[in-house]
């Protein structure tokens, strides 16, 4: 391979839409190189960027064709062509040039009347030519077009189309990934934001390397007006250069005369001017309202995934890695925070300042650049060799406490766990206002949601779970993603799996109290929910388009790449071997880009023979392929068949084959189930393969704490066996395994494996169940089916359905306090079964309720209302006129952020029509209630009968509103569609959201979340019509 061309192994076909829809919108944007006409300009011999590789099927470039040799991908090119507006020359011979080597001559007049030999000899001569003739024209000694051989092709490279940039001239570059020609070495950025205007100007100074001889520098740019470009090569003195944009992938150029030659060094000079983005990327306006009513502006980044280009021109890739000198000007009211240390500020004038940070210490990627202009406050502590610290709006200073003590205690237990210390050294944590993820790892200044950081001293463990789970993920990054960071989007999971793997494995460490083991259950279950869809993806794959990009950012990527981590750790031998690998993987590869196979090969290093599979073979099995596996049980005697095969709840027979995967299955008894050495290890890396075991054993669990990423069917007496097992002693298993037969029994009555009375007969032994995980589990697979049933209307199946909840779950409601609680476990089974309780009108549980809110409101905020229940009391008190009134009044003036949240949620959760729709509009707009909030707020309505179809109808009213807030492919709008569309189970509404999303073409009709949408509604219906008769026998 072409050591220059890093980029290659990357690259996947261009996607057709991404052409036909972006690329060459307007006709008149493609030039068709194969015409011949002086008006068009001569090319230079392509670089090697463009030789190292050739995309069949991207329709880029334009193939040579022979007469008889167009097999179906060229028929297929040659449409896309048409597509895209270029003419095809008539490949008829009758219209090849005159000059062409292969025109057939016809025979001289002289020959009128031969003698036989004469013909004979003609004869044999006109077959030689015809033969030569047919042998050249298959030879790749030209080009071909549709014209024939336009002129002799002594360099062989194919000629590719270059597109029209807005200037009109042609843009010197094909492809949507930038070349691997040059390298950036260092940025000098200087950014001048207007707080008043809302816009900013910029000057970007990057120095490069030539990586091998080319004519152009191509690079990112996005919404920025250039207003001026030097070029300097060396040490020659600085030139004016033109530069040349190419909108549809966000690329500029910069095209040569002569060659750049591979060594050498050179510096491109942009100045530019742009606004400050009215979304959540890039370089955008934000606000809040402090204690007094003011308005305060401030400014913030957002760059990843492909915004950085928003803010300075750049090589916006990862493996583009450079250092970075900022410097940002100011008001004196103001401060600026960036990713190094301050280094010095200098005035510019009586009101102006620019503050220069130092150049960083190390190389990262433009995603990774983050800089701030507001007015925050912060507290400080060192650590190890840096300074820790946490900013936030002035009044809210108060919160941050819990926030600086957990960084710190996570920060120290990094820098011992990777053996390698955070490098920078400052590390800022910041709360934005308004900020629309949960919160970004930019490296030395990560910035959170308030909600994500700030809590009181005395708010609840979950609500300081949840602070401490997002600090934790972020501080993750630090090393898996900034330290070492994925070479392209197609391995995102190495960065997000493994921070989120980290966040979970590292609390249980550092803060037990907090007790995170069932919530990490809890989201492996939703990331095997959600992979069991045919539209769920591998967890590496290729992306290109923006669109594409954003979606990775999935539960696939998070939590099925932890789930993943967490079963490969489990499964290798050794306490330590896992953590070997990754610290050797961080040492090999610190301050590079990487793959996943970089990984396992680490893992792999350290392994401890014998293995009978290397870790990368074990896991590409995982990682290459969607999904994961049913494992079915079979038992004869002291003989166990283990057989292995696709879980899809969508019908695809061409998996059912195909799909294997080396499975750690682990699996106890009866004999021994509930300490971790009573788990013995199976490796099944076969359709189908059999373990012995004594014949004296009643019963298998396999699965053990639910730590594979895989499914479990046992045989009818098998089932019977555990139920039993369970009826006589719910200790017999711990309460994961317990959680684990509940999901498992749910997901594989949707597959049609086990009947819904076998699900309920399972359920009976829930009225002796008390603990956290089980429980919420079995209650949110009832109250899903309870919500489906109640969207259809089936009101006498609704009924019934309350009252078997109510039966089997009624002495557990019964026994809940509403006082406060300490242990967090006990937090999560309180939360989860008093918030089913009252939405299923308990008349005990909503009384209390009420209760608690009066008593809330008529102490003017003195009394408090514990942080677990607080959604359930807001919810209760929302169903009636005068209490939603008094909700809007206080969420108005409430401080604490993660209480202002379970306020919204109990807003949002009015079965009023006209408050609804109030609500609906109100996130939108902006001002009561933030737009971050309201995905959360679709969310909420939907999960309500007078809501679920206003949600809908207000999501296709206002799409492109709602697409340009929440970019298409992002988080926000994959719930969005996720939770508007989930409850769906109607031949009506899946053609009502086909139809509407169909429609959209460039605007989201492609997403894999709608996809997904479709998929799930028709599973709902699929469900609904083999279960409802059932439903109606059993309940």
């Not at 809110?853 to 514990?866: H, L």
Request: proline content about 5%; aromatic content about 10%; overall charge negative.
């Amino acid at each position: 391979m072409d050591p220059f061309d890093s980029n290659s192994a990357d690259r996947a076909n261009m996607p057709r839409n991404m052409i036909e829809n972006s690329m060459f919108e307007e006709e008149s944007d493609v030039v068709d190189l194969a015409k011949e006409s002086p008006s068009f300009p001569t090319f230079p011999a392509l670089d090697p960027d463009e030789v190292a590789y050739e995309p069949r099927s991207s329709r880029l470039l334009v193939r040579g064709l022979g007469e008889n040799d167009m097999d179906e991908d060229e028929e297929d090119c040659e449409s896309s062509a048409r597509l895209l507006g270029m003419s095809f020359m008539n490949r008829s011979s009758s219209l090849r040039p005159s000059s062409s080597p292969y025109t057939r001559q016809g025979l001289p007049r002289s020959c009128s009347r031969p003698s036989a030999r004469t013909t004979v000899v003609c004869v044999l001569l006109l077959v030689i030519v015809a033969s030569m003739a047919m042998v050249l024209y298959f030879l790749p000694g030209c080009t071909f077009t549709k014209s024939g051989c336009l002129k002799p092709n002594s360099t062989a490279p194919l000629q590719p189309v270059y597109p029209q940039s807005t200037s009109g001239e042609l843009f010197p570059w094909t492809d949507i990934r930038l070349p691997a020609s040059i390298q950036p070495l260092s940025y000098d950025l200087t950014l001048n934001p207007d707080l008043n205007t809302m816009t900013f100007t910029g000057r970007t100074v990057i120095k490069m390397t030539v990586r091998h001889d080319t004519m152009r520098i191509v690079l990112h740019s996005a919404e920025l007006k250039i207003t001026n470009a030097t070029f300097q090569l060396g040490d020659r003195k600085p030139s004016d250069v033109t530069v040349l944009e190419y909108k549809p992938w966000q690329q500029i150029a910069v095209k040569f005369s002569e060659d750049l030659k591979a060594g050498q060094e050179c510096v491109l000079t942009l100045d530019y001017s742009a606004n400050l983005s009215h979304t959540y990327d890039g370089f955008y306006k934000s606000s809040y309202t402090d204690k007094d009513g003011n308005k305060r502006v401030l400014a913030a980044t957002q760059f990843e995934p492909l915004a950085a280009r928003k803010a300075f021109p750049c090589f916006d890739e990862p493996a583009f890695k450079a250092s970075f000198l900022i410097k940002i000007s100011r008001n004196q009211n103001f401060t600026t925070l960036s990713n190094m240390p301050k280094a010095k500020t200098t005035s510019l004038s009586n009101d102006l300042w620019l503050d220069e940070f130092e150049k960083t210490s190390v190389n990262m990627s433009t995603y990774l650049v983050a800089f701030i202009v507001a007015d925050f406050t912060p507290i400080s502590r060192n650590v190890s060799k840096s300074l820790l610290s946490v900013y936030c709006v002035p009044e809210k200073k108060e919160h941050t406490e819990y926030a600086l003590d957990t960084a710190s205690k996570l920060l120290q237990f990094y820098n011992d766990f990777f053996e390698i210390d955070y490098p920078l050294p400052k590390l800022d944590l910041v709360a934005v206002p308004d900020f629309l993820a949960g919160a970004m790892e930019n490296w030395g200044l990560i910035t959170f949601r308030e909600t994500s950081l700030l809590v009181l001293k005395q708010s609840s463990p979950l609500d300081k779970q949840l602070v401490a789970f997002v600090i934790a993920h972020e501080l993750a990054h630090q090393w898996f993603g900034n330290l070492v960071t994925m070479r392209w989007w197609n391995d995102l999971w190495l960065n997000e799996g493994f921070a989120s793997y980290m966040q979970y494995m590292s609390l249980q460490t550092v803060l037990p109290q907090l007790d995170v083991d069932n919530a990490f259950l809890a989201v492996r279950f939703r990331a095997l929910d959600k992979d069991a869809l045919n539209s769920s993806h591998p967890v590496s794959m290729q992306v290109r388009t923006t669109e594409q990009v954003a979606e990775m950012f999935d539960s696939v990527s998070y939590e099925k790449g932890a789930s993943l981590l967490l079963m490969l750790n489990s499964s290798l031998p050794g306490e330590q071997q896992f953590r070997k690998g990754i610290i050797q993987y961080l040492k090999e590869f610190s301050g590079s880009n990487t793959v996943t196979d970089d990984l396992w090969n680490s893992l792999t290093q350290v392994e401890v023979p014998p293995q009978q599979v290397t870790v990368s073979e074990m896991m590409s099995s995982w990682t290459l392929q969607k999904g994961f596996p049913l494992v079915i049980v079979s038992r004869k005697g002291d003989q166990v068949t283990l057989t292995q095969e696709p879980f899809l709840l969508t019908a695809d027979n061409s998996r059912h084959t195909s799909s294997l995967w080396h499975i750690p299955v682990t699996y106890i008894n009866d004999s021994c189930s509930l300490a971790p050495e009573c788990k013995q290890v199976f490796t099944l890396k076969t359709k189908s393969a059999t373990l012995k075991i004594p014949e004296s054993v009643k019963w298998l669990k396999l699965n053990y704490k639910n730590s594979g990423f895989y499914i479990v069917h046992y045989g009818n007496e098998s089932w019977a066996a555990l139920i039993d097992a369970l009826k006589n002693n719910v200790s017999v298993l711990t309460h994961e395994d317990r959680a684990s037969l509940i999901h498992n029994t749910f997901a594989l009555s949707r597959l049609g494996r086990v009947s819904l009375h076998q699900v309920l007969s399972l359920l009976n032994y829930m009225t002796n169940e008390t603990e956290a995980a089980p429980v919420t589990e079995a209650l949110l697979q009832l109250t899903t089916i309870y919500r489906l049933l109640d969207k259809r209307q089936e009101e006498g199946l609704v009924a019934r359905m309350e009252n078997y909840i109510l039966h089997n779950f009624g002495a557990l409601m019964e026994n809940q306090s509403w006082g406060e609680e300490d242990r967090v476990s006990k937090q999560e089974l309180r939360s989860a079964v008093l918030r089913v309780a009252c939405s299923l009108h308990e008349p005990k549980c909503c009384q209390q309720a009420k209760t608690l809110f009066k008593q809330y409101v008529e102490s003017n905020g003195t009394a408090r209302i514990p942080g677990d229940l607080q959604r359930v009391v807001y919810t209760v008190a929302a169903q009636t006129d005068e209490d939603w009134t008094t909700l809007l009044e206080m969420y108005r003036h409430a401080t604490s952020d993660a209480e202002k949240r379970n306020m919204l949620r109990g807003l949002a959760s009015t079965q009023d029509t006209r408050r609804i729709a109030w609500i609906l509009k109100a996130g939108l707009r902006g001002d009561l209630i933030q737009t971050q909030e309201l995905a959360l707020v679709i969310s909420a309505v939907s999960s309500g009968f007078a809501g679920y179809l206003f949600a809908w109808d207000f999501v296709t009213e206002n799409w492109d509103a709602l697409i340009e807030e929440f970019p298409v492919g992002s988080f926000a709008l994959q719930s969005i569609i996720q939770s508007t569309t989930s409850q769906f189970s109607t031949q009506t509404h899946l053609d009502q959201v086909q139809s509407f999303f169909s429609g959209l073409k460039d605007r989201g009709s492609e997403m894999r979340s709608v996809q997904e949408a479709l998929e799930v509604i028709r599973l709902n219906q699929r469900w609904m019509e083999t279960n409802l008769p059932l439903l109606k026998h059993w309940l």
